[in-house]
């Protein structure tokens, strides 16, 4: 078990530039996350995903869009990426047994992105 | 929009010691509440999860506890050892997952 993989580990990107975060799970897990994580700022959700084909916006969506094509997968793009979205972004995935409370999140090792 | 803060921010302590951190949130309509770690340079590792039914969780050397009604958590680390330097998140699950900024901890040896 690989559990939550992310890819690549680290980016630098141009104002303007764009790029795609991939996540991959192998745990069967029905829901994921992206966050980015920030000094002082604490780790904050941008988009999340309950199951396939569906994606929903969290605390901080501007300038991102996803998309899950497969239970596995995960994708996170930049269109255009700015400076301010420089950061160090992190994929989880978690169980949410049907009529149960939602299990832990599993996180990967995260992709740090900077934007210059 | 739910608010979490933790306290303190950074805590140094000598091995052995037993030790309380902190995690308060604003809105006590939450499903559950985390404690992850996390090391330098790494992702999140899960610690505890509270369902917002219980009022605490133990694993080995950690206890967390939950108070809903206040709003207050916290993870208590019993006989401190320098491998749980690390930064201590808490995470609470409403209509989504809000963090706190997490507290530094360092055990000397």
């Known amino acids: 078990n690989a559990g939550v993989t992310q890819t690549p580990k680290f980016r630098v990107l141009k104002t303007g530039q764009s790029m795609t975060l991939l996540c991959a799970q192998d745990m069967n897990h029905e829901y994921m996350y992206w966050y980015r994580q920030d000094p002082g700022m604490g780790l904050r959700l941008i988009h999340y995903s309950v199951g396939e084909g569906t994606t929903a916006k969290g605390e901080v969506p501007d300038g991102y869009n996803v998309s899950r094509l497969k239970k596995q997968n995960f994708l996170l793009g930049l269109e255009s990426a700015a400076p301010s979205q420089t950061s160090v972004y992190f994929c989880?995935?978690?169980?949410?047994?049907?009529?149960?409370?939602?299990?832990?999140?599993?996180f990967g090792p995260g992709t740090r992105l900077l934007v210059l | 929009k739910q608010e979490v803060t933790q306290i303190p921010a950074a805590l140094s302590v000598p091995e052995g010691e037993n030790l309380v951190l902190n995690c308060s949130f604003t809105?006590?309509?939450?499903?559950?509440l985390q404690w992850f770690r996390q090391d330098p340079g790494k992702g999140l590792t899960s610690l505890l999860l509270i369902q917002s039914s219980q009022r605490e969780q133990t694993s080995g050397r950690l206890n967390a506890s939950l108070d809903k009604s206040s709003g207050r958590s916290t993870l208590y680390i019993a006989a401190s050892q320098p491998g749980d330097s690390a930064t201590y998140l808490c995470?609470?699950?409403?209509?989504?997952?809000?963090f706190g900024t997490g507290t530094s901890l360092t055990v000397i040896p």
């Open positions: 995470a609470v699950d409403g209509n989504q997952f809000y």
């Open positions: 809105d006590s309509a939450i499903y559950n």
């Open positions: 989880a995935s978690s169980y949410h047994p049907a009529g149960g409370f939602q299990e832990t999140q599993y």
